[in-house]
């Protein structure tokens, strides 16, 4: 289904009384930041996330707690509003199907549908002609037998439900890939061959139903045990050739799902000089996210229209305008660590340093590896977000970069 211009603000004119609703699929922190968004340009919104309490659900007009795949909850939620999004890739696509049938739904079901799905990602990946790490199929023990030498030492990855680095073993040979795929339970997992990594990025696009589309320079990532820590977000953090080729195979990747929405590519970069890079050149395709991802925080900060900005005007048919960074940025993962044995971080002290901006999503709980919030620099040079983000992350106890 094609997109109708969704304007906000409608006060009734139409003799419904209803607001312009916006419904995103999902309650965490990137609903949060969706509904926050849409909000602050006068929509009202709707989530749906099956728990009591949620990031979104707890700042949204409207919370439908439900299953994704109650028949009532999806009513309930295509009866409140124009338009759907989704702020995580499990949710179950028969839902966006459902939703897809009745109200423009973005991204569609078959964008998240191979998104989520690890074996059709990379299938996509190479029919768009982007490259990827080298990588089998495994869903039999014939595939697991037959693997190739050369993709050990690699990383067994799950091919459904995967996040944060959990689903994934690393194995250094077949004995430890055997016991890994029985760790994993014999699911449909992918084999990746281990690259020699210089440093990662992620490009966001954001494209809208009539294929115009927009993105932001790439961002580079510092991951940690799997889960991402740092992203510094200004010029100079790589390359200028590869920041261009980044860009450019995440608007292909786009171009060819047809995609609505939000999209983020993840890249690795690979060391020079390595035989893989020789044979993959110097940046290869992680892996898509089709949404607003935790690497784009720092745009809500740092450029004149977010991620989350551009995620509301994809699904409202409303203009995109290219964003401009107007300042530079490192953005800090907070995670569920910080907070030692329940004591509350030392935000005073942090918020003292100039140029920070603290963002919590609400969570109730922490625990470790659990994104609890972000922090941004904003700064006028690199060098200035970058010793700031040093000093906050000192004060925070959180290891420098
Ligand atoms: P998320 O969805 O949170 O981004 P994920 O669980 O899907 O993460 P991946 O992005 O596949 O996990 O991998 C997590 C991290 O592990 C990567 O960012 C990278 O640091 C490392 N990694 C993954 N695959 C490879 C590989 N083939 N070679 C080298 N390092 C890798
Ligand atoms: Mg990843």
């Not at 209803?18 to 340009?41: E, I, N």
């Not at 309930?76 to 989704?86: G, H, I, M, P, S």
């Not at 795929?181 to 690259?195: A, H």
């Not at 960074?325 to 003292?352: E, F, I, R, Y």
Request: charged fraction near 15%; aromatic fraction near 6%.
């Amino acid at each position: 289904m094609s997109g109708p211009i969704l304007l906000p603000g409608a006060i009734g004119l139409n003799g419904s009384g209803q607001p312009t609703t916006l419904g995103v699929m999902g309650g965490g922190q990137l609903g949060r930041m969706f509904v926050q968004a849409a909000q602050s340009m006068g929509y009202f919104t709707v989530v749906l996330d099956p728990d009591v309490i949620s990031p979104a659900g707890l700042v949204s007009h409207y919370h439908i707690q439900t299953d994704y795949l109650d028949e009532q909850g999806l009513t309930q939620l295509l009866q409140r509003c124009a338009a759907v999004t989704t702020e995580f890739e499990n949710v179950p696509a028969p839902a966006l199907v459902t939703l897809g049938a009745a109200r423009p739904t973005a991204p569609s079901a078959d964008a998240v549908a191979i998104a989520q799905d690890r074996i059709k990602e990379k299938a996509h990946l190479a029919r768009s002609g982007v490259p990827v790490a080298p990588y089998a199929v495994i869903e039999t023990a014939a595939q697991l037998a037959a693997v190739p030498d050369a993709l050990l030492p690699g990383i067994l990855k799950t091919a459904r439900l995967g996040y944060d680095g959990k689903g994934q073993v690393r194995c250094r040979n077949r004995a430890e890939l055997v016991s890994a795929w029985d760790t994993l339970k014999n699911v449909p997992c992918v084999l990746e061959q281990m690259l020699p990594l210089a440093a990662e990025c992620s490009v966001i696009v954001a494209r809208g139903w009539d294929g115009a589309m927009v993105h932001f320079a790439p961002q580079r990532n510092l991951h940690r045990e799997g889960i991402l820590a740092v992203t510094e977000a200004f010029e100079g953090n790589m390359s200028p050739v590869l920041a261009d080729q980044a860009v450019a195979a995440a608007r292909t990747i786009a171009e060819e799902l047809n995609y609505v929405g939000v999209l983020c590519v993840e890249f690795f970069v690979l060391q020079e000089g390595s035989s893989e890079c020789a044979s993959l050149g110097g940046l290869v395709v992680n892996e898509m996210a089709p949404r607003p991802h935790n690497s784009g925080h720092y745009t809500l900060d740092a450029c004149d229209v977010s991620q989350f900005e551009l995620q509301v005007r994809t699904l409202a048919g409303l203009p995109l305008t290219q964003p401009r960074q107007h300042s530079a940025a490192v953005m800090l993962n907070l995670l569920g660590d910080l907070w030692v044995d329940g004591a509350t971080p030392c935000w005073d002290q942090v918020l003292a340093l100039p140029g920070v901006h603290l963002h919590l999503y609400g969570k109730l709980k922490a625990s470790k590896g659990r994104k609890m919030g972000h922090l941004t620099v904003t700064a006028a040079t690199p060098e200035q977000a970058r010793s700031t983000a040093l000093a906050a992350a000192s004060v925070l106890g959180i290891a420098p970069f």
